[in-house]
């Protein structure tokens, strides 16, 4: 589902990332840990489409991204991925609804139809009542759980939070936790979420430790060091084979005929 080869990346003199080498598969559930500063968020931007990485090759649902140019690379981004951020980064003059509307909007749904998954994704998400709210009359967990409600609008393959509990009490952030193992076993979804949290990266299928720029460990190959983890990695069989449609013609085409998916039916 998400290939890095040799990932390098640095900031002026400051080399962040190594050599990453690193494959997620569909439906698994990854932490990343590491000291502050260890690259994490770098890392998932890279793996986001928010930032490019110096050298290395990165695949997302079959798609080399860091050869898709800009109008491709927004509309891949829109479409296949979902974020979450510590800080929700709702739009704060909207409303609950309206915020999770937004990413469908540009995705080319019209608003009925997007106002309706969005009012399916509040009752999964236990917000119904709070629909009409604007996020300052919301709770850090409901804020929280608004902005997945709007990372799931259109069914991304991919949810990538970075520290999404960081800003929760110790309740709000259980609930957040449990919903992302019922997204995934509901919906299949795969989740690489950044996390200081140890409760968390305990619970994750698979956990990732960053630390001066490689992985210096990665439960899914116990023992394994970096090098050691890319030569396993090429020797995995890929799933790569069904090329993706034309991301333009696909937006284009939802556009035209207003097409919906259910909910039922994500990534
Ligand atoms: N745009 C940028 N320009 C310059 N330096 C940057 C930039 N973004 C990140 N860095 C530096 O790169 C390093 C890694 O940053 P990153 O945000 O990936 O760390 P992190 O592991 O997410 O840390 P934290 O746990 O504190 O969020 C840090 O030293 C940071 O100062
Ligand atoms: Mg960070």
Known sequence: MIQLTNITKSFGTLQVLKGIDLHINKGEVVSI?????????T????????DTPDTGT????????TKLKDKKLAQFRNLRLGFV?????????????????IPALIAGKNKKQAEARAMELLNFLGLAERAKHKPAELSGGEKQRVAVARALINNPAIILADEPSGSLDTKNKAELHQLFFDLRDKFGQTFVIVTHDEELSQLTD?????KDGIIQYDNAQPAANNEQLSA????QPTDYGQQPADLSQ??????ATGQEESIESPA
Request: aromatic share 6%; charged share 15%; net charge negative.
């Open 33 to 41: 840990v590491g000291p502050s500063g260890a690259g994490k968020t």
């Open 43 to 50: 890392l998932l931007q890279i793996m986001g489409t928010l």
């Open 58 to 65: 990165v695949i997302v649902d079959g798609i080399e991204i």
């Open 85 to 101: 951020f510590q800080f929700h980064q709702l739009l704060p003059e909207f409303t609950a609804l309206e915020n999770i509307c």
């Open 206 to 210: 698979r956990t990732i430790h960053i």
């Open 232 to 235: 396993d990695n090429a020797q």
């Open 250 to 255: 696909q937006a284009e085409k939802n556009a």
